[in-house]
C-alpha cells in the first residue's frame, strides 16, 4: 500500500514513486540473501531465523513526512515513511532515498526479529548495524543533506457575520468546531457566525 494522501503541488513525482517500489523490493528480497555470518544463525539455527525472515512482510510507503529527518519506520504498522521534500533536494537522490529506505526496512526487520526470538536491541546498536550491513548497505545514522526550513502549513476557513454588518473572520479549526455548535459569536454585534466548509491553507 502506498499512503500518497497530499496536496497535489507536495506530491513526489509518479517516476519517484515507481523508483521507490523498485528499491523497496530488491531490499525486501536482499533479506533471503543474508548470509551465514548472521549472528542469529549462532544462537538460534538456520532454519527457524530462515522461517522468521520468510514471514516478514514487505513494508507500506508512505510519503507524508516532513521537516529535517529523511526517513521513518512506523515499526507496529510495518510503515516506512519518506521526506521525499527533503530528499528531492540532494544531487544524488536516488542513492539517498534508497539508502534511507535500507536504513528504515532494517529498523523494522530488526523489529521483527527481536519479537520473533525475545532479543533486546536498542535503536541504532549492533544489531540493527549488522542488517544494514548484511543487506549491502552502510550503517550511517544520519543523511548528510542540508536542511531547508519549511514553514508548516495551517487549515483555516473563511466565516462571516449573518447581521447586516457582514464582518468577516478567519477561522482555526478549533474556531471552525465552535461555531458548527454555536459557541462562538461576533464580537462587535453578538449574531451567529456563518462558517464555509471549505478550508484553505496559509503558510
Same mark, same amino acid.
Given at each position: 500500500?502506498?499512503? +500518497?494522501?497530499l496536496?497535489?503541488?507536495?506530491?513526489?513525482?509518479?517516476? %519517484?514513486?515507481?523508483?521507490?517500489?523498485?528499491?523497496? *523490493? *530488491?531490499?525486501?528480497?536482499?533479506?533471503k540473501?543474508?548470509?551465514k555470518?548472521?549472528?542469529?544463525?549462532k544462537?538460534?539455527?538456520?532454519k527457524?531465523?530462515?522461517?522468521?525472515l520468510? /514471514?516478514?512482510?514487505k513494508?507500506d510507503l508512505?510519503?507524508?513526512l516532513?521537516?529535517?529527518?529523511?526517513g521513518?519506520?512506523h515499526?507496529?504498522s510495518?510503515?516506512?515513511?519518506?521526506?521525499?521534500?527533503l530528499?528531492?533536494?540532494h544531487?544524488?537522490?536516488?542513492e539517498?532515498?534508497t539508502?534511507t !529506505?535500507?536504513h528504515e526496512?532494517?529498523h !523494522?526487520l530488526?523489529?521483527?526479529? /527481536?519479537?520473533?526470538?525475545?532479543?533486546k536491541? %536498542? %535503536?541504532h546498536?549492533s544489531?540493527w548495524?549488522?542488517?544494514?550491513t !548484511?543487506l549491502?548497505? &552502510?550503517p550511517?545514522?544520519?543523511?548528510s543533506?542540508k536542511v +531547508?526550513s519549511y514553514?508548516?502549513?495551517?487549515?483555516?476557513?473563511?466565516?462571516?457575520?449573518?447581521c447586516k454588518h457582514d464582518? *468577516?473572520?478567519? !477561522? &482555526?479549526?478549533?474556531?471552525y468546531n465552535?461555531?458548527?455548535r454555536d459557541l462562538? =459569536?461576533?464580537?462587535?454585534?453578538?449574531?451567529r457566525? *456563518?462558517?464555509n466548509?471549505k478550508?484553505? =491553507?496559509?503558510?
Amino acid at each position: 500500500m502506498i499512503n +500518497i494522501f497530499l496536496p497535489i503541488k507536495d506530491r513526489p513525482a509518479p517516476k %519517484t514513486i515507481d523508483e521507490t517500489v523498485k528499491n523497496l *523490493k *530488491k531490499i525486501h528480497k536482499s533479506r533471503k540473501k543474508i548470509n551465514k555470518k548472521f549472528s542469529l544463525y549462532k544462537s538460534f539455527g538456520r532454519k527457524s531465523v530462515d522461517k522468521a525472515l520468510l /514471514s516478514f512482510k514487505k513494508p507500506d510507503l508512505s510519503f507524508k513526512l516532513r521537516g529535517r529527518v529523511a526517513g521513518k519506520a512506523h515499526l507496529h504498522s510495518n510503515l516506512i515513511s519518506l521526506n521525499c521534500q527533503l530528499i528531492n533536494t540532494h544531487k544524488h537522490k536516488l542513492e539517498i532515498q534508497t539508502e534511507t !529506505l535500507a536504513h528504515e526496512y532494517a529498523h !523494522l526487520l530488526a523489529f521483527h526479529l /527481536s519479537n520473533n526470538f525475545h532479543i533486546k536491541i %536498542t %535503536t541504532h546498536g549492533s544489531f540493527w548495524k549488522e542488517i544494514v550491513t !548484511l543487506l549491502g548497505f &552502510t550503517p550511517s545514522i544520519y543523511h548528510s543533506m542540508k536542511v +531547508i526550513s519549511y514553514r508548516r502549513r495551517k487549515k483555516r476557513y473563511k466565516a462571516k457575520c449573518k447581521c447586516k454588518h457582514d464582518n *468577516k473572520f478567519t !477561522l &482555526t479549526p478549533g474556531e471552525y468546531n465552535k461555531v458548527q455548535r454555536d459557541l462562538i =459569536w461576533c464580537n462587535s454585534c453578538n449574531c451567529r457566525l *456563518k462558517a464555509n466548509p471549505k478550508f484553505f =491553507w496559509i503558510t
